[in-house]
């Protein structure tokens, strides 16, 4: 499928708290389906600590192998948000007030008769170079660096910060999908999947068990960016689970006949 554009993705959430189970992350399963919806790929999320070498580590990894890398956590008031130096580290720049940044948290706390203090003032903090990611809920900006960028934790934040974000994005191909029911587990289709599946590079194929009562069963979903390659594979599928009905029937009828 030469004529296919593909355009990846990956993510890195920030956080003790993620770790430690204290927070569940709400951030990754958001953008995965607004990523999905515009045709880019999420091909990686990676989880981290609030430890400045382990999240350069990470970055530095990701953005030299995904064309996009979306942060989330880590850029608040406290000691402990150190996402703005460990980016700035890893792209060899100094992190710096920046001046807009500072005027847009001067002007909000002013109408909010609030001290603008030293701990809220951190949140201007970002890379030497960095453009702002508008906030529409808390006003304290989101910024891009490179292919990076970085966003807030707290869920109603970052899900506004993507909304601005998304529309600036090159896109890819959208994957398409086809969802099959099939009436046997895993172990019965595992075998001639596996050659449906050769047979049919330019498609991916899943398989998801279910058990309910005393009975396996599977979804299976193709998965491609072109309907016909889909529909050549769902019919194989399809064929596929017709055949192991016709040989449990034939072995159940040779069985009653014994």
Request: aromatic fraction near 6%; include cysteine; charged fraction near 25%.
């Amino acid at each position: 499928m030469s004529h296919a554009t593909v355009v990846t993705a990956a993510m890195l959430a920030i956080g003790d708290e993620l770790l430690s189970g204290r927070t569940k992350d709400k951030n990754i399963g958001h953008l995965a389906d607004l990523l999905t919806l515009s045709g880019i790929d999420l091909k990686e999320v990676r989880i981290v600590t609030d430890d400045e070498e382990a999240i350069v580590e990470a970055l530095n990894a990701l953005r030299a192998r995904y064309d996009y890398v979306f942060t989330s956590g880590g850029i608040g008031p406290t000691h402990d948000d150190i996402t703005a130096d460990a980016i700035s580290k890893a792209f060899g720049l100094p992190c710096e007030y920046d001046e807009a940044a500072m005027r847009l948290l001067g002007d909000m706390y002013r109408r909010r008769e609030m001290e603008f203090t030293e701990a809220r003032q951190r949140m201007a903090r970002m890379p030497r170079g960095a453009v702002h990611i508008p906030n529409p809920v808390s006003t304290a900006p989101g910024f891009i660096i490179g292919n990076v960028y970085v966003m807030a934790g707290v869920p109603q934040v970052f899900q506004a910060m993507v909304d601005n974000v998304l529309p600036t994005l090159r896109t890819g191909t959208p994957v398409l999908s086809l969802a099959i029911a099939c009436p046997y587990g895993e172990g019965d289709i595992g075998t001639p999947l596996a050659a449906i599946q050769k047979a049919h590079p330019d498609t991916s194929i899943g398989s998801y068990p279910r058990y309910i009562g005393e009975k396996f069963s599977t979804e299976i979903v193709v998965r491609g960016r072109a309907q016909a390659a889909i529909d050549a594979a769902g019919a194989e599928v399809q064929a596929m689970i017709e055949a192991i009905r016709q040989k449990k029937d034939s072995a159940e009828n040779h069985s009653a006949e014994a």
